[in-house]
């Protein structure tokens, strides 16, 4: 099973939030899958810490929605909930849309280069197939935004909301459209701010946050086919399956 490779925590954060950290990525990321059994021991022989702040992350995770614990039972990954996928992805939509109009009045020559230059290795990383790297560029893209508008603390607010839409933006990052698509309207709305167009910016944002409707589509209709037919990635889930 890939897993994220456990960095040293830093001395300014509890082993708790540590390990909290580190399991939302890999929950995030897909590396602990949809209904995959989590076990304390095990996590805490990986990290090398005590079961006590692995105990206490599972229930901050179980109060994200990331988690179900069954007492006395099991510990598992929650599937994917399309419910709350939907949820995000309004509130997320609305709060971008606002954030790239502010930016289209605020851009500077730097923070546009900064832009480009995401845009140049999220290319590279299209072309590679890394889709690790393009969703974490991706997310540096976005947040790049909302620092340009003087909104970066939203954006820190704007993460727990985003969390399980996130779950299946990483599994659907190249599907049912290429990668390539996301870098595209990237560029798209680049070249709106660029131009200082808050009308245009505001647009290509909407476009671009919509796309992840598509993945939905995909999955409704994956569990509603009574044939049990399946299309796109089985790593996805479906929801509260």
């Known amino acids: 099973m890939f897993a994220l490779e456990p960095a040293a925590p830093p001395r300014t954060r509890s082993t708790a939030q540590h390990v909290y950290e580190m399991l939302r990525a890999e929950i995030v990321m897909n590396a602990l899958k949809p209904r995959e059994p989590i076990r304390e021991a095990l996590i805490a022989e990986r990290l090398g810490v005590s079961r006590t702040p692995v105990r206490e992350a599972l229930l901050r995770l179980a109060d994200l929605g990331l988690v179900d614990i069954y007492p006395q039972s099991a510990t598992r990954v929650a599937p994917i909930r399309l419910e709350k996928v939907r949820a995000a992805q309004l509130i997320r ?17 730097a923070a546009l280069a900064g832009l480009e230059g995401l845009i140049e290795d999220q290319t590279v990383a299209a072309e590679r197939g890394d889709i690790r790297r393009l969703f974490e560029l991706d997310e540096a893209f976005h947040r790049a935004i909302f620092a340009a508008a003087g909104l970066a603390a939203v954006a820190d607010e704007l993460e727990d909301v985003k969390v399980h839409l996130n779950r299946l933006r990483y599994v659907s990052v190249d599907w049912p459209r290429s990668a390539g698509f996301i870098v595209a309207e990237h560029a798209e709305i680049m070249a709106a701010l660029k131009a200082r167009d808050a009308a245009a910016a505001e647009a290509a944002m909407r476009v671009h946050l919509r796309a992840i409707l598509a993945a939905l589509d995909v999955i409704t209709r994956r569990a509603d086919d009574p044939a049990g037919q399946r299309t796109g990635r089985d790593d996805a889930g479906r929801e509260d399956a």
């Open 93 to 109: 939509e609305a709060v971008e849309v606002e954030v790239v109009r502010r930016a289209a009045g605020a851009m500077d020559a």
